[in-house]
């Protein structure tokens, strides 16, 4: 059974451009989720998506938006970066939704210059 | 707005000591409760969870957890800890009717030998 698996590992970008991170849901999960991790801080909930629709958002911005293809893997897009979206992203899947255990990935590494 | 509150950032004991990390959300609502573990190097996994029934639930790793939904709180306790339980522990809770995961920002516990 294959983990959950995140891509880049670290992405240095400068203020004002986008990017996109990926993310591969372990096999059979039909949820993912992102996280924002700020150093010190705990995950801080972006959104969910469910079967390839967005299914619940935290306290994020419109630039952050994201994606989920058939297989279930996912796409979170950043646009217009800014210093403070410097953190590390967490993936995590789930089956059916929230409430249940989520398997989370290693993460991406994001610095904003 | 929903939060998580861990009081203790930082907690030392020394091997064989009992453990006890305090929780509090605010939510007036139906909550799933989780603890989630990250040990240095690995990912966030699991250790527990509340869904309904016993308040009183058991993890893995000797870990259990204390409901109080009067208090709001869901402390995890541990009654000896090893070295190899030194980790960042996070509390996390989902309304059973919302999409959304708040976690708190975490409690580093270091065990010394």
């Known amino acids: 059974e294959t983990g959950v698996t995140q891509s880049p590992t670290h992405l240095i970008k400068t203020r004002g451009q986008q990017v996109t991170l990926r993310c591969s849901s372990q096999?059979?999960?039909?949820?993912v989720s992102w996280y924002q991790q700020a150093l010190g801080q705990g995950p801080q909930f972006i959104f969910q998506?469910?079967?390839?629709?967005?299914?619940g958002r935290g306290n994020f911005p419109p630039r952050f938006s994201g994606l989920q293809f058939p297989n279930y893997s996912s796409e979170l897009n950043v646009n217009a970066l800014e210093l403070d979206d410097s953190a590390l992203y967490l993936c995590?899947?789930?089956?059916?939704?929230?409430?249940?255990?989520?398997?989370f990935g290693p993460g991406t590494r994001l610095t904003v210059l | 707005a929903q939060s998580v509150s861990q009081h203790n950032h930082h907690v030392i004991l020394s091997e064989a000591a009992s453990l006890e990390l305090g929780c509090n959300y605010s939510?007036?609502?139906?909550?799933?409760l989780f603890w989630y573990v990250q040990y240095p190097g690995q990912h966030l996994q699991l250790l527990l969870k509340?869904?309904?029934?016993?308040?009183l639930v058991k993890g893995i790793k000797g870990f259990e957890a204390e409901f109080i939904k009067s208090k709001f709180s869901f402390n995890l306790r541990k009654p000896s800890v090893q070295w190899s339980d030194t980790a960042e522990y996070f509390c996390?809770?989902?309304?059973?009717?919302?999409?959304?995961?708040?976690f708190g920002t975490g409690t580093s516990l270091t065990v010394i030998p």
């Open positions: 995590a899947s789930s089956l059916e939704g929230l409430g249940n255990e989520q398997f």
């Open positions: 096999s059979g999960h039909n949820t």
């Open positions: 998506y469910y079967r390839e629709e967005e299914n």
């Open positions: 939510y007036g609502g139906t909550v799933n």
């Open positions: 509340y869904f309904s029934g016993d308040p």
């Open positions: 996390a809770v989902t309304p059973v009717t919302g999409n959304q995961f708040y």
